[in-house]
């Protein structure tokens, strides 16, 4: 009965149909809620968030009342930040009981070594995004942010994951790059050497797949919910499968 289910990447507030993705991710989670123990959000959810000290950004009502819901139904709900949603800082876990990490964590679940996160900034592929990263992440970033009108500093966010996004696409960067060349497998296998692990679980690159690491280590990548609508059970016997969601 009790699922773990694993899921990231649904960029809302991002596109025309963002309002049908939430509402279908709601669709979802209602379908998981009688099955599902643990709920494992792994980042850039929200294409962009900044919680102020009296105010949240506005839209994504539905579901936040869902994830409250299932938090206040007992399922356990954890939350990894992304690139995109690292400015949430505490407003999910004093809302809503979510357990919020802004690393990778090392976990055990039904039995199983896990090492689960969002992804981004791992493997030190790309010194930029090493040097972006620390930066967004720096309190000089976000008083800075903090200070400077919503409707500016929004914009700009919007503008700019927007343009990443089409020069992704442009790249054909969303495709697996190769072991050697991917950042997560990279940092997977670096923590492999040390300690045994059943499976690494990861979302960010919006690649769905499944990888062997050796060591009788699984891989795997949740995809997105932006456009395939993917997620990822590990099931009470200790077994983990990549799955679609269907609408129906
Ligand atoms: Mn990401």
């Known amino acids: 009965m009790a699922q773990i289910v694993f899921l990231s990447d649904a960029h809302l507030g991002s596109g025309a149909d963002s309002a049908e993705r939430e509402r279908q991710l709601c669709r979802f989670l ?36 869902k994830l409250a819901e299932l938090s206040d139904s007992g399922i356990e709900i954890h939350f990894f930040i992304g690139n995109h949603d690292m400015w949430v800082f505490d407003y999910l876990s004093s809302e809503l009981g979510i357990i919020t990490h802004s690393e990778p964590k090392l976990l055990t679940l039904h039995g199983r070594r896990c090492l689960v996160g969002h992804g981004d900034g791992l493997g030190h592929t790309d010194r930029w995004f090493d040097f972006v990263r620390l930066f967004f992440r720096s309190r000089f970033c976000q008083r800075l942010f903090k200070m400077l009108p919503s409707a500016f500093t929004f914009g700009i966010a919007h503008r700019w994951s927007d343009s990443n996004k089409r020069r992704h696409a442009r790249r054909n960067m969303l495709r697996y790059l190769g072991d050697d060349r991917e950042g997560i497998v990279i940092h997977c296998k670096q923590v492999l050497d040390k300690i045994p692990l059943d499976y690494c679980i990861f979302g960010h690159r919006h690649t769905p797949l499944t990888r062997d690491l050796g060591h009788g280590c699984t891989y795997l990548n949740t995809g997105d919910w932006l456009h395939n609508r993917n997620y990822a059970v590990l099931h009470p016997d200790g077994s983990l499968e990549l799955l679609d969601y269907k609408d129906e």
């Not at 980042?43 to 000290?53: C, E, L, Q, V």
């Open 30 to 65: 209602d379908s998981i809620k009688a099955s599902c123990s643990h709920l494992f959000l792994l980042g850039d959810i929200f294409d962009f968030w900044f919680t102020y000290r009296h105010l949240v950004p506005r839209g994504h009502t539905r579901l936040l009342g």
